[in-house]
Each structure stands twice: as structure tokens, then as C-alpha cells.
């Protein structure tokens, strides 16, 4: 069973730092390109950093470029987005998803489909 378990959500105050992790089992992800998703109260979920199956490629929404830095462990099934410099506006639940193959920049690219999601972590920012 493919399962996609994120972790590291939690409290900070504006201008902290956490690090989120994504723990991918059920198969070798190693041809997936792996994401970070994020919604909102009220909103809808939203694109935020992606890399690509080769590790190649980075890709990051406008809103956290400079201030989020994604990266994966192939070897270990892990992909973590270290998040610095945090706002009040990025208080959401974020999820970690896959898609097979394809670039991190089509990740980002509205209505992408993915192939796997996980169950989201909470990230709340205090100001």
C-alpha cells in the first residue's frame, strides 16, 4: 500500500523556522517528481515547491521563493521542505504529494493531476 506521511507541522511565531518531512513507502519513488501542497482556511489548496525525479530540478511558487528550500533523500524515501522566515500567511495545512516522472516546473502547473497524496501536516504561524 503506497503511503505518503508527512511531519513536522506545528506552532511558530512569524519569522521562525520549521522543517516538514514526507515519508514515502508502499514502492521506490525514486522515478517521482515530489511536492509541496498547502491550503488555507477558506482557500483552496495551492502549489508550493516541488523537485524533480532526478533531483535535477527545483521549482518554487512565487510566495515562498527565497524562504523554502525543498530537498530529497532518494536512498530513504524522504523529502523535506525547510521552511525559514515564516509569515502568518503561510499558516495552512501543507500536504506532500507525487507524480510519476514529469518536470517540478509541470507540478506547479494548475490542474496537474498527482498520483499520490498524503494526509497533510499543520503549520500555524503566529504574529
Known amino acids: 500500500q503506497v503511503q505518503l506521511v508527512e511531519s513536522g507541522g506545528g506552532l511558530v511565531q512569524a519569522g521562525g523556522s520549521l522543517r516538514l518531512s514526507c515519508a514515502a513507502s508502499g514502492r521506490t519513488f525514486s522515478s517521482y517528481t515530489m511536492g509541496w501542497f498547502r491550503q488555507a482556511p477558506g482557500k483552496e489548496r495551492e502549489f508550493v515547491a516541488a523537485i524533480s525525479w532526478s533531483v535535477v530540478g527545483t521549482y518554487y511558487a512565487d510566495s515562498v521563493k527565497g524562504r523554502f528550500t525543498i530537498s530529497r533523500d532518494i536512498a530513504k524515501n524522504l523529502v523535506y521542505l525547510q521552511m525559514n522566515s515564516l509569515k502568518p500567511e503561510d499558516t495552512a495545512v501543507y500536504y506532500c504529494?507525487?507524480?510519476?516522472?514529469?518536470?517540478?516546473?509541470?507540478?506547479?502547473?494548475?490542474?496537474?493531476?498527482?498520483?499520490?497524496w498524503g494526509k497533510g501536516t499543520l503549520v500555524t504561524v503566529s504574529s
Open positions: 504529494a507525487a507524480r510519476r516522472l514529469g518536470s517540478a516546473q509541470a507540478m506547479g502547473a494548475t490542474g496537474t493531476s498527482m498520483d499520490y
